[in-house]
């Protein structure tokens, strides 16, 4: 089946460096997504990417849509403790379906 | 928007037994989604509702062990039915890409 491979699985860092994440996958995606989850939560939507190419930022996070549509990266500057966390990539093969497929993850840990 | 609430946000159950999970949105949407993240792991789509029709299942789940029902726009239950230890997970319902429930802590002992 369709598969996104997420790098790295886990991150130690120290408060204040930037953070780069990334996904990539053997087929073509039409919608790139990059969620946030903290313990006891649902996943929380950071950042949606439509078009290839596509560079797009909210806040202290950026985050792109490869130019081959077959992976997407995001970078967190300045880190905080409060980005602590598990950082997942998704992926729809069309877009509006709302279907996804999810990264395995990236596990954040800042220290102070 | 859409506010999802998901109920009950954990349970611990015996094997053998069924549990069954609802979503409440606050709006009407057409199709739901349902997911389950194994410990550690990342969040596999179990099978898409819609109102009206039945349930469709990705590879690897079937109806008579995840059985799903969708009475109307705002509302959909997952069932977990002849539970084992390898059924406990997070349970998150979702209604697209952006909104989804806190998910449902099953342990099944």
């Known amino acids: 089946g369709q598969q996104l491979n997420q790098s790295p699985q886990s991150m130690f860092i120290q408060e204040g460096e930037d953070v780069s994440m990334n996904c990539t996958s053997s087929?073509?995606?039409?919608?790139w997504l990059w969620y946030k989850q903290e313990p006891g939560e649902g996943p929380v939507l950071l950042i949606a990417?439509?078009?290839?190419?596509e560079l797009t930022s909210n806040g202290r996070l950026t985050a792109q849509f490869g130019i081959t549509r077959k992976d997407s990266f995001l970078n967190i500057s300045a880190s905080i403790p409060s980005d602590v966390g598990i950082y997942f990539c998704?992926?729809?093969?069309?877009?509006?379906?709302?279907?996804?497929?999810f990264g395995q993850g990236t596990r954040l840990t800042i220290n102070p | 928007s859409a506010v999802i609430s998901q109920k009950p946000s954990r349970d611990i159950c015996q094997r053998g037994t069924s549990l069954t999970i609802q979503c409440q949105v606050d709006?009407?949407?057409?199709?739901m989604f349902w997911y389950r993240q194994q410990p550690g792991q990342s969040l596999t789509l179990i099978a898409t509702?819609?109102?009206?029709?039945?349930?469709?299942?990705e590879s690897g789940f079937v109806i008579d062990k995840f059985p799903i029902s969708r009475p109307n726009l705002t509302f959909s239950t997952l069932t977990v039915s002849n539970m084992s230890p390898e059924d406990s997970s997070i349970y998150l319902c979702?209604?697209?890409?952006?909104?989804f429930g806190q998910g449902t802590r099953l342990t099944v002992v």
């Open positions: 979702s209604v697209g890409e952006a909104f």
């Open positions: 087929s073509i995606f039409n919608t």
């Open positions: 990417l439509y078009k290839a190419g």
């Open positions: 998704a992926g729809t093969r069309i877009q509006g379906a709302q279907k996804l497929v």
């Open positions: 709006s009407q949407v057409t199709m």
């Open positions: 509702a819609n109102q009206g029709s039945e349930a469709t299942y």
